[in-house]
């Protein structure tokens, strides 16, 4: 079937506009993940769900991040209030278990003007 | 917060000769990986090490894991340009937790 699927691709937006980011993972992963890349940077960990395990949010740099995951299936990672320093690729991963592979998607890359 | 650590942060080499990235790690695992990412986007998992194994090979890549130094190596033999990318070593940690990636070397092969 089809790989995790990110949208959008691309994304600008203007300081203070709220912003929602779209992951489709692979169907029956049960694990989803959440990564933010900058420019030439690792991978900062931002949250991540585990079946119907409440999820892990410890990475969120700030209350104006969230994220949800409905049915078990799509994610969507929405952050409020953009600030320039939101600007980034965001990533998102999926996996069978918390204990196999990630399979990531394209990302989406955000702008804030 | 990240856990593994990569060694050098970037390498240039000539096409044919082998490149070692070396990861450092502080705390127990369950298992290691290792992807790789191509200008910025997705990254694509590469390999993957229990903590109880102490080597692995696929195809060029060979991984080793030294649990009692807490680092791994990834060597990538008769390097191409192809294999041009970032190179990611990733710790998954006992019990519901995420996989951690370290910040990754910068491959250059030069045809």
């Known amino acids: 079937g089809a790989g995790v699927s990110q949208s959008p691709s691309n994304k600008v937006t203007e300081k203070g506009k709220d912003v929602e980011l779209r992951c489709d993972p692979i169907?029956?992963?049960?694990?989803l993940y959440w990564y933010r890349q900058s420019l030439g940077q690792g991978l900062e960990f931002l949250i991540y769900f585990q079946g119907n395990s409440a999820p892990d949010k410890s990475g969120l740099p700030s209350d104006r991040f969230s994220a949800e995951r409905t049915g078990g299936s799509v994610s969507t990672l929405t952050i409020q209030r953009t600030q320039q320093e939101d600007s980034a690729v965001y990533l998102c991963a999926s996996s069978l278990d918390n204990e196999s592979p990630l399979h990531f998607g394209n990302g989406t890359r955000l702008t804030v003007t | 917060s990240q856990q593994g650590e990569e060694d050098p942060q970037a390498l240039s080499i000539q096409e044919g000769e082998n490149a070692t990235m070396n990861c450092s790690y502080k705390?127990?695992?369950?298992?290691l990986q290792w992807y790789r990412q191509n200008s910025g986007r997705g990254l694509v998992h590469l390999i993957l090490i229990r903590s109880n194994e102490r080597e692995k090979h696929s195809g060029r890549l060979r991984v080793t894991l030294d649990t009692s130094k807490k680092s791994s190596s990834l060597l990538i033999t008769a390097s191409r340009a192809a294999d041009t990318a970032s190179y990611f070593c990733a710790t998954l940690s006992r019990g519901n937790t995420p996989l951690v990636f370290g910040k990754g070397t910068r491959l250059s092969v030069i045809a």
């Open positions: 705390t127990s695992i369950n298992n």
């Open positions: 169907s029956g992963h049960t694990a």
